[in-house]
Each structure stands twice: as structure tokens, then as C-alpha cells.
């Protein structure tokens, strides 16, 4: 079964708007990142939160994690047409390789 | 400029052919993987190798086949064993002592007609 899970599946939004995606997991992780994808190319990493940690920015990018509730939320706020793509989770457990939900697929509308 | 090039972009197949799948990386890194990746569905892991001439099977190592030479190359052979070859092939590449960021292509288009 997969470690993680994005929720939505699909968010259409319009420009300037926020966009909020989240992620559970079902394991206790080292890591959790977030990565992004534009239709037919390969993925990016946007930023990585350890499990020590609660909060982390880079940019217009807020991730949050929860370890008890086992979740996580990545925030892009004033969304531009060029942040549509879509958005995967990867977590990271001791001596397992990363697992990647189905990720959530964001239009963002001008 | 460092990254990881795979090649071809697009590859057509017929029934019953083996096909290779090129992926070089210049950034030094020590692992790297194999994803597949079907529509609306995340990656699966295919192989992965963390040293020269050594490489273990993912989730779905099932009609595939890869090597690991060098430390820069690991090709992926889909074969004819592979019952749905279609997909979208990532590959991948990380550094393992640090925070594991993953480096990834541009992707390979597989369709068999």
C-alpha cells in the first residue's frame, strides 16, 4: 500500500488565490518532500521538512507537518498560471527508499 | 550544466521487442533509480542501484532488467516479459549521505502498438 497520499486529487483555483494540498502517510518517516511536476517532464524538488521539524518556508511555499496525525500540507500562496502542475508528496522511512502518492494535480486559472 | 539526461524522449515498440532506456547523470551521485509512472497514479520503483555493479529490485522489477557499470549510467531494458510496457519512465539519481533529494530526467515516453 502506498506510504503517501495526496489530498485533493485535482484543485482548480484562480490566479492570486492560495492553494492548499495536503498528504498522509500511514509510517513513521526520517523526511517528507515535496515535488513538483509540469505535464510531460520530469519532477522538481520544492522543499524537504524533517520529522523534527513543524514548519518550513521557502519562497511563497509553507509546508507543515504533523507526525501525530501523520500528514503533512504544502500552502503556495498568491498562485500563479505557472505554478499548474502537479504536486507529490515522497516520504522516507529508515532503511525503505522513498514512496510517492498519486499527487494532486493543480490548474491555476488566469 | 549537471543533471540527468535520458534518452529517448518518445520510443515506440512493437509486441515482443526488447527496448533499452539511456539515463546518464554528471552530479557525482552515488544512487539511482527507475520509476514508472501511469496516468492520474504516482511513481513506482522500479530498481535501484546505490554502487557500481550492484542494483535491487523495487516493487515492480517484473519484465524489466537494468546494469550499473559505471557510476554515471543505468540503463533500463523493458522486456518482452513485460505484460503493459506503456508509461511514462523516470530515472533518478541522489547523493546517500545528506538530505536524499532526488534529481530526475526529463522522463522517456514508452508505447507499445
Known amino acids: 500500500s502506498q506510504q503517501g497520499e495526496e489530498d485533493p486529487q485535482a484543485l482548480s483555483i484562480q490566479e492570486g488565490e492560495n492553494a492548499t494540498m495536503n498528504c498522509s502517510y500511514k509510517?513513521?518517516?526520517?523526511?517528507l518532500q515535496w515535488y513538483r511536476q509540469n505535464s510531460g517532464r520530469g519532477l522538481v524538488h520544492l522543499i524537504l521538512?524533517?520529522?523534527?521539524?513543524r514548519e518550513k518556508h521557502s519562497g511563497r511555499l509553507r509546508v507543515t507537518l504533523d507526525t501525530s496525525k501523520k500528514s503533512s500540507s504544502l500552502l503556495i500562496t498568491a498562485s500563479r498560471a505557472a505554478d499548474t502542475a502537479s504536486y507529490f508528496c515522497?516520504?522516507?522511512?529508515?532503511?525503505?527508499?522513498?514512496?510517492f502518492g498519486p499527487g494532486t494535480r493543480l490548474s491555476v486559472l488566469p | 550544466d549537471g543533471g540527468i539526461t535520458q534518452s529517448p524522449k518518445y520510443l515506440f515498440r512493437k509486441e515482443g521487442q526488447n527496448v533499452t532506456l539511456s539515463c546518464e547523470q554528471n552530479?557525482?551521485?552515488?544512487?539511482m533509480y527507475w520509476y514508472r509512472q501511469d496516468p492520474g497514479q504516482g511513481l513506482r520503483l522500479i530498481y535501484y542501484s546505490q554502487i557500481v555493479n550492484d542494483f535491487q529490485k523495487g516493487d515492480i522489477a517484473e519484465g524489466y532488467s537494468v546494469s550499473r557499470e559505471k557510476k554515471e549510467s543505468f540503463p533500463l531494458t523493458v522486456t518482452s516479459a513485460q505484460k503493459n510496457p506503456t508509461a511514462f519512465y523516470l530515472c533518478a539519481s541522489n547523493q546517500l549521505a545528506g538530505t536524499g533529494e532526488l534529481f530526475f530526467g526529463e522522463g522517456s515516453r514508452l508505447t507499445v502498438l
Open positions: 552530479l557525482n551521485h552515488d544512487a
Open positions: 521538512i524533517r520529522s523534527n521539524e
Open positions: 509510517t513513521s518517516i526520517n523526511n
Open positions: 515522497a516520504t522516507d522511512a529508515a532503511g525503505q527508499n522513498f514512496v
